[in-house]
């Protein structure tokens, strides 16, 4: 198991999914947690759980794309406690035909994906530069790197967090501050619908908790070193080969 406890861990979108098994996988590897959603009353269950294991929680209900409200969440958990750690995991699925895609849906998958990351990011890596340490994970796709058809908003807007997360690490090499992106294939989750929340872990479907011991040990490697980038997907996932 990894120890996390000289973490202070920021996790965006932790009411359900990815988020939740972060923040469950965090609090067993001893960090202390500041959990945000737009969900209040499924951040409040999630955090009486892991109140109960005796983890440090805060939580806050967050509109991530909501410049003034990411401040007051970074704000209330510098409060809490010195912030190390940002798990930018918040996001939307989109899935729609290129020819019907208006401006206003384009701008909202943007919004919640991209530039959201970009406030939590901002506000995080100003943090952790007065302090010279900080570590930052966003949570791209597979779509990054290889996009399913009709998806062309959700994979603009996860090849911009994948160029964001390699310009946040050169700049924040001299302020001791890494940045990382990890690329989740096809995972059980709410965020693709009530399909994907329904599923069962197969060879081509994985449990968040796979994904969260990954995230875990992106976070536990020494603040002097970074694994800049990592993809994970299900064995049969039809991402490798040609048909």
């Not at 990815?18 to 996988?25: D, E, F, L, N, T």
């Not at 939307?92 to 991209?114: A, C, F, K, R, Y």
Request: charged share 20%; glycine share 8%.
């Amino acid at each position: 198991m990894q120890d996390l406890s000289r973490h202070t861990a920021v996790i965006t979108g932790a009411s359900s999914g990815i988020g939740a098994a972060v923040a469950r996988k965090f609090a067993d590897c001893g960090a202390r947690l500041v959990l945000a959603a737009r969900r209040l009353d499924r951040l409040e269950a999630l955090a009486e759980e892991l109140s109960a294991t005796g983890a440090q929680v805060l939580i806050r209900a967050t509109d991530v794309t909501d410049e003034a409200d990411v401040k007051g969440l970074f704000a209330d958990a510098e409060a809490f406690s010195p912030i190390t750690l940002l798990v930018a995991n918040a996001g939307i699925v989109s899935h729609s035909p290129t020819m019907e895609i208006t401006t206003e849906h384009w701008h909202d998958v943007i919004g919640v994906n991209l530039t959201a990351a970009f406030l939590c990011c901002r506000e995080a890596f100003q943090i952790m530069a007065e302090r010279k340490r900080g570590r930052i994970i966003n949570i791209g796709s597979l779509s990054a790197q290889m996009p399913r058809a009709n998806t062309i908003a959700y994979t603009a807007s996860k090849y911009g967090i994948e160029g964001m997360t390699r310009s946040l690490a050169l700049d924040g090499r001299e302020y001791g501050i890494t940045a990382s992106v990890i690329h989740p294939g096809s995972t059980v989750s709410e965020l693709g619908g009530a399909a994907m929340s329904k599923a069962s872990p197969s060879d081509k479907m994985m449990e968040a908790q796979y994904v969260a011991e990954l995230i875990a040990l992106m976070a536990a490697v020494p603040d002097e070193a970074n694994l800049l980038t990592a993809t994970m997907l299900p064995i049969a996932q039809p991402y490798l080969g040609r048909g």
